[in-house]
């Protein structure tokens, strides 16, 4: 065999091998039982399970996630395959603007009894490490700050379980999950909309000097899978934190006649994950021939969004 065949099947060995492995990394990772999770995690730490560990364990397991599924964490990845990859690095987006609503909530709600108490230390540390820029590979690199950031929050699970001074502190109050479900209504009500633009839709936010009574806002053809996996990715993490959340406010969803709607949130939640069997997320109109996989995901995005608002309101109550 001459030297230029094995060049030319040797490249096309390399693109090949390339190819499948950039597929099985953008296999997005299977959903995981909170409580087994929180089980296992207090079992390995010899720590008993009090309110917290289960938020804070989801919390820790979704990081983790990004960290160590398979092909590691690839948003900051600057060689092949990774390079070319785009589904897997805005999964990976979603989940992390949801680490950082819900690290920031912690630190600045659920650990602290009110506004003048003093922040817990290792939530403190904690959530600004989680926004880190996810494209940093060098000074910092991503990674290395969020596997930190897993690390005060292990500590402050751990702490969680003591007594004394060092004790950490977790208050699952009404008030608390409120604060929470604001920031989850607001991401999921702009993945609606972000979703909805795959069609093309009249915007309504024009300034009142301009002589257009509407401007069209369209996803680029470029961005559609991006925005759809960052939806799901999304969608994804808050399962888990609101399943976590059934556990450690539960009283409270008991008591507020709450827990129903919380449960149409995580089932809405869980329409979202539905296998994709297409090859590529389809752009199709709203009733065309062929289908439209944001507005789908639209669809349940908004329904869920419309559970929170509600279930937002049975926590204001009395």
């Known amino acids: 065999m001459s030297r230029g065949k094995v060049i030319t099947l040797s490249l096309v060995g390399l693109v090949l091998a390339g190819y499948l492995l950039g597929v099985y990394w953008s296999i997005e990772p299977d959903r995981f039982d909170v409580k087994a999770a929180t089980e296992q995690a207090m079992k390995e730490d010899n720590l008993p399970d009090v309110t917290g560990t289960t938020t804070t364990t989801a919390v820790i397991k979704i990081a983790s996630t990004l960290l160590d599924k398979p092909g590691g964490f690839l ?42 108490s003093q922040e817990d230390p290792d939530l403190k540390e904690a959530q600004p490490l989680f926004n880190v820029d996810r494209r ?42 409120r604060e929470l479900l604001r920031l989850v209504e607001k991401r999921l009500g702009s993945y609606s909309q972000r979703l909805a633009a795959s069609v093309g839709r009249e915007s309504l936010d024009v300034p009142e000097d301009k002589e257009t009574a509407a401007d069209k806002v369209t996803t680029s053809w470029w961005k559609l899978d991006d925005v759809f996996y960052e939806a799901r990715g999304y969608s994804w993490g808050l399962l888990h934190i609101l399943k976590a959340a059934e556990v450690d406010f539960g009283p409270i969803l008991e008591n507020k006649h709450a827990l129903v709607s919380l449960r149409q949130v995580i089932r809405e939640l869980e329409s979202t994950q539905q296998t994709v069997w297409s090859p590529i997320i389809l752009n199709g109109s709203g009733f065309g021939f062929m289908a439209n996989h944001s507005l789908v995901m639209a ?12 279930l937002e309101a049975l926590l204001d109550r009395g």
Request: aromatic share 10%.
């Open 75 to 116: 948003s900051n990845d600057i060689t092949p395959p990774s390079v070319f990859l785009d589904n897997m690095p805005a999964w990976e987006f979603g989940n992390l603007e949801l680490l950082r609503d819900t690290t920031l909530v912690m630190r600045n709600e659920l650990s602290r009894s009110q506004s003048q």
């Open 299 to 310: 669809n349940y995005v908004s329904r869920a969004n419309a559970a929170v608002v509600d």
């Open 136 to 177: 940093s590979w060098i000074a910092p690199r991503a990674e290395g700050e969020y596997r930190r950031g897993i690390n005060h929050l292990k500590s402050y699970r751990a702490r969680l379980s003591q007594t004394g001074p060092n004790k950490a502190e977790f208050y699952a109050r009404a008030d608390n999950l």
